[in-house]
């Protein structure tokens, strides 16, 4: 039975590292929310490139909160592997570490990448789900256009693009959120 688990978890790791969501979250998020959500937030478009995060069998404990990491312009989930990696070796495991890939993954050349809506609203679902799914608060780190799109998310209300109203602010389900060179104040692209 141990080593059973212990090739559970490691099959799970590498498909963290390989980028995709575990079966078990997979599974939440499409018994929770639809195909349709766990599609928009795994990114299978993008093959290994599109998301990561889960547990690697159904009641793995969480020793810690979940970090979610919201990544840069013209980046994808899997660029941040190396940030998870790190966190891996400080005492983390990959079942508390999540990303998703907010655009497209940088097909689009960054000046004419605008913060639309939809990508914050890909970032507050899943912010919600990993809450959901682990029943813990989580953390937030954003980096560079990934501050403002993930504290948008965080914080919620109308969004300037479409005046979509995405609710309330998720603040009693995110305890720190970081934001890394963020562009929180203006940006060099054009911001709607």
Same mark, same amino acid.
């Given at each position: ?6 090739? +559970?978890?490691?099959?799970? +790791? *590498?498909?963290?590292? &390989? ?15 639809? /195909?349709?959500?766990?599609? @928009? ?9 599109? &998301? ?11 020793? @810690?909160? /979940? ?10 989930? &899997? ?25 497209? !993954? #940088?097909?689009?050349? *960054?000046? *004419? ?10 970032? @507050? ?27 948008? +998310?965080?914080?919620?209300? *109308? ?7 995405? #609710? ?10 970081? +934001?890394?060179?963020? !562009?929180?104040? !203006? ?6």
């Amino acid at each position: 039975m141990r080593s059973l688990q212990f090739l +559970a978890l490691h099959c799970a +790791a *590498f498909m963290i590292v &390989s980028g995709d969501f575990t079966p078990d979250f997979n599974a939440f998020l499409t018994n929770t929310y639809g /195909p349709a959500m766990q599609n @928009r937030l795994e990114r299978k478009d993008l093959q290994d490139r599109g &998301s990561f995060g889960g547990r690697a069998a159904a009641g793995q404990k969480l020793k @810690r909160q /979940p970090v979610i990491l919201v990544h840069g312009i013209t980046n994808s989930a &899997s660029q941040f592997r190396d940030i998870g990696q790190h966190f891996g070796s400080n005492g983390y495991d990959w079942a508390e570490i999540y990303a998703t890939t907010w655009g497209d !993954a #940088g097909k689009t050349v *960054f000046f *004419f990448v605008d913060l639309k809506c939809d990508y914050v609203k890909q970032v @507050r679902s899943l912010i919600q789900a990993v809450n959901r799914y682990t029943r813990k608060k989580v953390d937030v780190i954003g980096y560079s256009m990934g501050s403002p799109i993930a504290r948008k +998310a965080i914080m919620g209300g *109308f969004c300037v693009d479409t005046g979509e109203n995405l #609710g309330p602010p998720l603040t009693r389900i995110v305890d720190t959120f970081v +934001a890394v060179a963020g !562009a929180n104040n !203006a940006s060099s692209t054009k911001v709607k």
